[in-house]
């Protein structure tokens, strides 16, 4: 570590956050600056579609770490302040206020922006969800509303969704694909959970897109591709997410649907990058992923401090991420590939108590849990089998 006497993370996250914390645990002691485009002390993500959503917790409580902590690390934090552009040859890292940031070592932990439609998005009561002040803003939005719209019914869309008809609103979840959470489980496990939502009075519109966005000055309603209407005075929009990487489009780091890494999360020599912008080689699947989820960042975080701070490793975790949604924990290890073969191990889908396996090409690379935490522990354990 002699030659690095200085880190720069771009992106107070989780993932950032977690290196530059692991960064100090592995006994370096030079300077860290944790750089952030928000005014928020870096704070956990999750709860914003759930709990604070709701109204059950305040803001405050998905902080990290109150500002005693990052004193006593001697973290630098330069929030409110946007990363525009890199330098690699000069080691430094451009921001919005004309600054210049130099570094020995950079890590890149920007995450992702969400999608918006390309026609109506401006409208009054039109909605997007990934920071906290969104949620703030959707939050104050559904205590006046009646009907809502939410387009996409991923993980953030049926989370959503289903925190929106907890508080009591008429809901109705919009989604091209035939049943939620398609994509990322398949469509029989969707199903299930489309059928979750509609015991619980959610509407599902689903193999139907959305023409545009109805309303003059404030949102009204969608049009469906198939001409029909909804009615809705909120409506948000989780259509999906972009890595945020535009401000290294010039930069050198090579960008392939995120910053694309080696084995061990290094993009160029000095530049490393973790959570959900990082895209690498996973050696234990044999496949490039990048990773949308709480858990990913932590351990890609840790990861990449060791791989700064000592001899490199590949970063070979099994993924792991949960939802919630009305009275579902639904929690899941490994990859999910779109052709996988999903059986039920355990449990049964009626009474909403399972274990599913996913093989692919033969080999089991998923396992899934419908509120049985339990057992899905011991059913991670088949994935580590040689």
């Not at 946007?82 to 430094?92: P, Q, Y």
Request: glycine residues 12%.
């Amino acid at each position: 570590m002699t030659d690095i006497g200085r880190v720069v993370v771009v992106g107070a996250s989780a993932a950032g956050l977690t290196t530059a914390e692991a960064l100090r645990r592995e006994g370096f002691a030079g300077l860290i600056t944790l750089v952030g485009d928000e005014l928020h002390l870096p704070y956990d993500r999750p709860p914003l579609s759930k709990q604070v959503l709701l109204g059950t917790w305040e803001p405050e409580r998905t902080a990290f770490r109150d500002d005693a902590t990052y004193q006593r690390l001697e973290i630098g934090l330069r929030l409110g302040a946007t990363a525009t552009g890199v330098d690699l040859d000069a080691r430094t890292v451009s921001l919005g206020s004309g600054d210049r940031v130099p570094y020995d070592r950079l890590v890149i932990a920007t995450g992702v922006r969400p999608l918006r439609l390309k026609q109506g998005h401006e409208l009054r009561g039109v909605h997007v969800l990934r920071t906290l002040d969104d949620t703030l803003a959707l939050r104050a939005a559904l205590a006046g509303s009646t009907s809502v719209a939410v387009v996409g019914a991923g993980f953030l869309g049926s989370e959503a969704a289903a925190a929106a008809r907890t508080l009591g609103k008429e809901v109705t979840l919009v989604d091209l694909v035939p049943v939620p959470l398609s994509r990322q489980f398949g469509d029989e496990l969707g199903g299930w959970i489309g059928d979750l939502h509609r015991d619980h009075g959610v509407t599902l519109r689903t193999g139907v897109g959305v023409r545009k966005l109805l309303g003059d000055e404030a949102v009204t309603g969608l049009e469906l591709a198939d001409g029909t209407t909804v009615t809705a005075d909120v409506v948000l929009v989780a259509i999906g997410s972009k890595p945020a990487t535009d401000w290294l489009a010039a930069s050198g780091v090579p960008l392939d649907d995120g910053v694309l890494c080696d084995t061990t999360c290094q993009a160029v020599p000095g530049v490393y990058a973790a959570g959900d912008v990082a895209r690498w080689h996973n050696e234990r699947f044999g496949v490039s992923m990048r990773v949308e989820h709480r858990m990913n960042a932590t351990e890609q975080g840790m990861a990449v401090a060791k791989n700064i701070t000592g001899d490199p490793k590949p970063f070979t975790p099994i993924p792991y991420f949960w939802t919630d949604q009305f009275d579902a924990r639904i929690q899941a290890y490994g990859i999910f590939p779109p052709d996988a073969k999903m059986t039920v191990a355990q449990g049964d889908p009626a009474t909403r108590k399972l274990i599913a396996h996913y093989h692919h090409d033969g080999d089991l690379v998923g396992v899934l849990g419908w509120n049985m935490p339990r057992e899905l522990r011991a059913a991670r354990a088949l994935l580590t089998r040689d």
